[in-house]
């Protein structure tokens, strides 16, 4: 059990880590990156930070992307969340798994939104712009009920510095 109660949420880096996600991520207790990661290097950037748990993406093909599960639990102090990259893929029932949040990736499309009572969480993309889709990481924190799902547009804080 991880004993972590800031936690940075990350996904679709696609090879890029942008300096304004580590300063968005900096104070966390433990990193999750969703997949698509895109080159090995951007999980050893990460894990300077703090430590990391990835799970690989359609796009994590290298002989490297083998070292990731495509799905994934954490277990936290406070919840058990499951990781996988794309949300339509899941095969099971988080709920009877026992899992309280449900975290993907893979649509670039930042959302929140509770099935079930079930938190499903994707904090977006902060790779490459694709689309008008916003460039974003998240910061989850478990520390006090009702948790808090903080979305940051890595456009606004490049803006802010």
Avoid at 81 to 107: E, K
Avoid at 110 to 137: D, H, K, M
Wanted: hydrophobic content about 45%; some cysteine; charged content about 20%.
């Amino acid at each position: 059990m991880i004993d972590a109660m800031l936690i940075g949420l990350i996904s679709d880096t696609h090879g890029l880590l942008r300096s304004e996600a580590i300063a968005a991520l900096r104070d966390c207790d433990l990193i999750l990156h969703a997949g698509d990661i895109g080159a090995p290097e951007i999980i050893d950037q990460l894990r300077a930070i703090a430590p990391v748990h990835a799970i690989r993406g359609n796009v994590d093909t290298g002989s490297w992307a083998a070292a990731f599960p495509e799905t994934m639990l954490v277990e936290t102090a406070a919840a058990l969340i499951y990781m996988l990259h794309d949300v339509n893929q899941l095969a099971l029932d988080p709920a009877a798994a026992g899992a309280q949040i449900v975290l993907s990736g893979h649509s670039h499309k930042p959302s929140r939104t509770e099935r079930n009572g079930v938190l499903y969480l994707n904090p977006g993309s902060a790779g490459p712009r694709r689309f008008n889709l916003p460039v974003t990481v998240a910061r989850l924190e478990l520390s006090a009920e009702p948790w808090t799902f903080e979305l940051i547009d890595l456009t606004q804080v490049r803006e802010q510095n």
